[in-house]
């Protein structure tokens, strides 16, 4: 029989162990050693299956709790950890000394978050890098709220069929069974978000809160009693749905999560945030939403725009066009006419998101486009990323050069306490007193003796074994495998070979398969006698995504071989506790993407504090911070020409050669130098014979682990990575904000005029003609040049724009190259509207040197030259 009704019954704790709930709803439990470890007492067996403070005090009977409650050390254990939770909440940290230029809140938008295990509310990388930034804020005391949406069930739990197809299950989430709290009124009422729909429909959404250490998290659930069934389930999955689905979740998320923080600031007296980071286009919409509130109080659209951008940031993921969320124009306008914004035009909602550039589609709406044309700032997620988004959307600005569209780049990282394993910083701890990346002290591994870096690196090779043997013969068990044919299951993988990992998402061009390209080269590298390589793969396909769930086939068909299964595995289901053992007990990181469609790549980082070595495309991360001795460096072919010749490479031999350079990069330089000097002595018995006399230590592999360990770890880590936002994005966008809103934004309201009113004249600016004087018949360098340009402003002024030379190196079609910019001065009103600007440049180069003339506009609330896309160039 099923109930017809279901409920959660709390744990009531005894007084002097009540704390455990407080420390069980705080999430920072999660990367808390400490706190864990006290959960781990109270029942290691179920602590072990579980890792989920909540669920473990829900199993406890009144019986189990009253024996708890009795144990004097262990109260004192609580009380001394309940304690250790107030001063992390309260006490000043590093953002508390930056003093009152810093933003008083800041809010920040991202449709998936990656936490813990037991709030799975993540796909990928885009939510574990969510997450990763929330925990870093709140170890850093930045004032941060997180918004996004809670999903009923998650992303998906992935298993494999007997042919070893992806097989996908959505298990309901009970949030009432989650370390979530229900924001409610002060009549004790669940506070409600409202957004209209089509056909006089209504969204109403429940807020829950999540908190990540100092940082509260606010998501929105649709799953509430005065929705329709079909408003019920827009919160049901992540990325579960397309067309309608995902826009409703869209504008849930962005519309919707301001409206629940504002109700979030009015019930906890909360700051307003001062800055609105939104963390890829699929929260766009929350600029749309803190417009209508801006032009609820009087401001036109203009002015409302310009107040709202000044404070807002938008980072982009995605390297592709294909990657960015595109709706349907008249599917926007269907739903924004039913009353989201009543008195925002929609013509220029729609304008926000058009594609009005060529290559554009004009029937599209563009989430990544709004989001850049919503924020003053914007950035990418790694310096080559950066470069790529650049391209990528120098159609919003044509006539600039494609290193000036204003996206800037802040690389991504890590949080450390969640990723490095506790026996890499208890040895930290141990030998530099500090479990801290970022401290310098981690210099100091380059005194640890070989023989200790070697075994612990063993040890956590062979807790990674352990449970892949544990996973692997589960997953047989769901694929039909009976136990009487799992017996090989037992010894799978090898404490003592060198073992790669690889596990991610598995869109196409992650290339999963590149590895297959020659399977008869794999498997010799697999079973070589003297160095044999092992995998361990993992990841996730969308369930929309046959090519992807294909690659995956191919693959697990190629780990059952029984010639080879002992030596490469694949495990599904790919989650945060999977990798909480893959990460450290992997020697070397493999990643293999199609460059440079990888923005950043965070998992190798991951690899890295562990000591893991990484083996990577130089893309995404890897391409700024590859330097020789921390891994190595897979070369790749032009996707159009090879290097030096006119020849087309077709996708095919591109994979063909990046594949044979990743088998010569195993065979001849990874594997001989991870078994290094004890090649010799391992050989005779064999590759599992360990190997632990120090004069047989592999010392050149082991130099590349301290050399990762000193110098990428403060690089990777998220702190840094806060603080680049911090300083770089969030105090500019802070004083932006601020000044727009001054005086009852006198800033924004002059802003908009003069953006309008040069934006009109704008088709009237041109550079009538440029003279150069001074220039010798053999200039060198170091010769001045003087540069006189005649400007035609029309009805602009001198004070509104700005008049640049700019000069370097000529190339192929005169165009510039190594470009350098210096403004001309104004010397002269010609009447009529024409002006001489003039100044002096310095000839900085030899060989070919050229210059050119070009009018922007100038306003001291602009944050790049390019932002309005306007240039005048000379002809």
Not at 20 to 31: F, P, T, V
Not at 219 to 233: I, K, T
Request: hydrophobic share 40%; charged share 25%; with cysteine.
């Amino acid at each position: 029989m099923k109930a017809i009704r279901r409920f959660t019954v709390r744990t009531v704790l005894p007084d002097n162990i009540a704390a455990l709930g407080r420390l069980a709803g705080n999430l920072r439990w999660s990367w808390h050693r400490p706190t864990q470890q006290l959960f781990e007492r109270l029942d290691p067996v179920l602590w072990a299956k579980s890792h989920d403070p909540v669920a473990l005090l829900g199993s406890f009977n009144r019986e189990q709790l009253q024996a708890l409650a009795a144990d004097a050390a262990l109260v004192e254990q609580v009380q001394a950890l309940s304690a250790d939770l107030d001063r992390y909440l309260s006490d000043d940290r590093w953002y508390q000394t930056l003093g009152s230029e810093a933003p008083a809140s800041i809010a920040y938008f991202s449709p998936e978050y990656g936490i813990s295990s037991v709030l799975p509310q993540y796909s990928g990388g885009l939510g574990i890098l969510a997450g990763d930034h929330l925990k870093a804020a709140s170890d850093l005391g930045v004032p941060l709220i997180g918004v996004g949406l809670l999903y009923a069930a998650g992303y998906f739990k992935q298993s494999l069929s007997r042919d070893g197809w992806q097989q996908e299950t959505y298990p309901v989430l009970d949030p009432d069974g989650l370390p979530l709290t229900l924001l409610r009124e002060a009549d004790g009422t669940p506070a409600q978000v409202e957004l209209p729909l089509p056909n006089e429909r209504r969204l109403l959404a429940h807020i829950w809160r999540a908190d990540v250490g100092r940082v509260p998290l606010l998501l929105l659930d649709s799953n509430v009693a005065g929705n329709d069934e079909a408003a019920r389930h827009i919160t049901d999955r992540l990325y579960g749905g397309g067309g309608d689905h995902r826009l409703q979740q869209e504008l849930l998320l962005g519309m919707g999560g301001v409206k629940a923080l504002r109700i979030y600031e009015r019930l906890t007296g909360t700051p307003a945030p001062e800055v609105f980071h939104t963390n890829e286009g699929h929260a766009g919409f929350l600029g749309v939403e803190r417009i209508r509130e801006l032009m609820d109080t009087g401001l036109n659209w203009h002015e409302a725009q310009a107040a709202g951008r000044a404070n807002t940031v938008f980072t982009t993921h995605t390297p592709v066009p294909a990657g960015i969320d595109r709706f349907e124009k008249l599917q926007v306008e269907h739903f924004f006419r039913a009353g989201l914004a009543p008195n925002v035009p929609i013509e220029k909602i729609l304008a926000l998101g058009a594609e009005n550039y060529d290559g554009g589609d004009p029937t599209k709406f563009n989430m990544a486009v709004m989001g850049l044309r919503l924020a003053q700032r914007a950035n990418g997620v790694a310096k080559l990323h950066g470069v790529v988004s650049r391209g990528m959307f120098s159609g919003l600005f044509p006539g600039f050069d494609t290193q000036e569209v204003p996206i800037a780049s802040v690389t991504n990282g890590v949080h450390v306490p969640t990723w490095v394993d506790a026996r890499i910083a208890a040895l930290a701890k141990a030998k530099f007193g500090t479990e801290s990346v970022v401290a310098r002290q981690w210099d100091k591994v380059y005194d640890v003796d070989d023989e200790e870096i070697w075994n612990l690196r063993r040890e956590l090779r062979s807790t990674l074994i352990d449970d892949v043997r544990r996973r692997l013969r589960s997953s047989w068990k769901k694929r039909g495998a009976t136990d009487a044919e799992l017996a090989w299951t037992k010894n799978v993988l090898d404490p003592d070979v060198l073992t790669i990992g690889f596990a991610r998402r598995v869109p196409t061009y992650k290339r999963l398969t590149l590895m297959l390209r020659d399977p008869a080269r794999l498997k010799a590298l697999l079973l070589h006698k003297e160095h044999p390589i092992q995998l361990v793969i993992a990841g996730k396909s969308h369930p929309a995504d046959e090519q992807g769930k294909r690659m995956i086939q191919d693959l697990v068909r190629f780990t059952d071989d029984p010639a080879i299964r002992h030596r490469i595995v694949f495990l599904p289901n790919y989650d945060i506790a999977m990798a909480r053992t893959l990460f450290p007990g992997c020697d070397v990181w493999l990643n293999n993407p199609l460059r440079p469609l990888e923005a950043c790549g965070t998992s190798g980082m991951k690899a890295a504090i562990n000591g893991g070595l990484n083996l990577s495309v130089l893309d995404g991360w890897w391409d700024e911070m590859y330097d020789g001795d921390n891994g190595w460096a897979i070369p790749t072919a032009n996707p159009s020409t090879t290097s030096g010749t006119d020849s087309v490479v077709s996708p095919e031999e591109r994979d063909d050669i990046e594949a044979a350079a990743l088998y010569d990069l195993l065979e001849n330089q990874v594997a001989p130098r991870f078994y290094g000097e004890a090649a010799e002595g391992a050989a005779a018995a064999g590759p599992s014979a360990p190997v632990a006399p120090s004069d047989r230590l592999p010392h050149q592999w082991i130099a590349m682990i301290r050399h990762t360990l000193a110098n990428l770890g403060p690089a990777v880590s998220a702190e840094r990575m806060v603080e680049d936002y911090v300083r770089q994005l969030y105090t500019p966008a802070c004083a932006a904000g601020r000044d727009a809103r001054a005086a009852d934004f006198a800033v924004a309201r002059d802003f908009a005029a003069w953006i309008t009113r040069v934006r009109a004249a704008w088709p009237d600016v041109s550079v009538e003609h440029v003279d150069s004087l001074g220039v010798s018949d053999n200039p060198q360098i170091g010769d001045p040049l003087r540069v006189n340009a005649y400007v035609r402003l029309g009805k602009l002024s001198p004070s509104d724009v700005c008049v640049e030379v700019a000069h370097g190196q000529v190339g192929e079609g005169d165009e510039l190259d190594q470009t350098g910019f210096d403004a001309l001065s104004f010397k002269e009103d010609l009447g009529e509207g024409r002006f001489l600007f003039s100044g002096e440049v310095m000839i900085d180069r030899s060989g070919s040197f050229g210059y050119t003339v070009r009018v922007l506009p100038l306003h001291d609330s602009m944050a790049a030259k390019a932002e309005l896309g306007l240039v005048a160039n000379a002809n």
